[in-house]
């Protein structure tokens, strides 16, 4: 076997010639100041497309439909049940077994500001968790025939949200025959 020959490290330690060259390439050089932060890389959140945000954004003003007319009773037991909920259900909403989470008052609202402000004060409380929200669209004492304006439209309205369990009159003190009383999916079952 052949051995290699070393050869010989060139250091600035060995020759003073570059030792002298170095020290006067540096005449004057400060080091830097440690920065005092501290940089974190992390991961930027995925973009989301712009077109579904738009849909998101307008979707509150065309989800309810002024067509669709349901049969609902205006009397004294005016209240929906989704199918699939039992009796009870509507029971309990009647006698206050939830407590009321959040209050829109409709009161001076034409049709569509009505139908907006509704669909944004629902998604909120959805959002929020709410399971039971009053609605306050008036007794019609003012109006022109002396009757609800907007309840049977709310009513109408209310149906067609699927996270809209039931909906009755509210008791004597949340309103009686001027309000509604809705109650909503909760945070689990959406």
């Known amino acids: 076997m052949k051995r290699r020959k070393k050869e010989p490290e060139t250091t600035l330690a060995g020759n003073p010639d570059e030792k002298a060259l170095f020290r006067e390439a540096m005449q004057g050089v400060m080091p830097l100041a440690k920065p005092d932060t501290v940089i974190h890389h992390r991961e930027q959140p995925q973009p989301i497309a712009h077109q ?11 989800s309810l439909s ?65 399971r039971c929200v009053s609605v306050i669209h008036g007794k019609g004492l003012s109006s022109k025939n002396r009757e609800p304006v907007l309840k049977t439209r709310i009513g109408n309205w209310l149906v067609q949200r699927h996270d809209v369990l039931a909906f009755c009159q509210a008791r004597p003190e949340d309103g009686g025959s001027g309000a509604v009383l809705v109650l909503l999916k909760a945070a689990t079952q959406q």
């Open 52 to 62: 579904i945000r738009h849909e998101e954004e307008t979707a509150p003003q065309d």
């Open 66 to 130: 002024d067509y669709i007319s349901l049969e609902i009773a205006a009397g004294d037991n005016w209240s929906f049940l989704r199918p699939g909920m039992t009796r009870q259900t509507l029971r309990r909403l009647r006698r206050g077994y939830w407590r009321i989470q959040a209050h829109l008052d409709l009161h001076g609202f034409t049709r569509n500001e009505a139908r907006l402000e509704l669909v944004t004060f629902l998604d909120a409380c959805s959002s929020k968790g709410f």
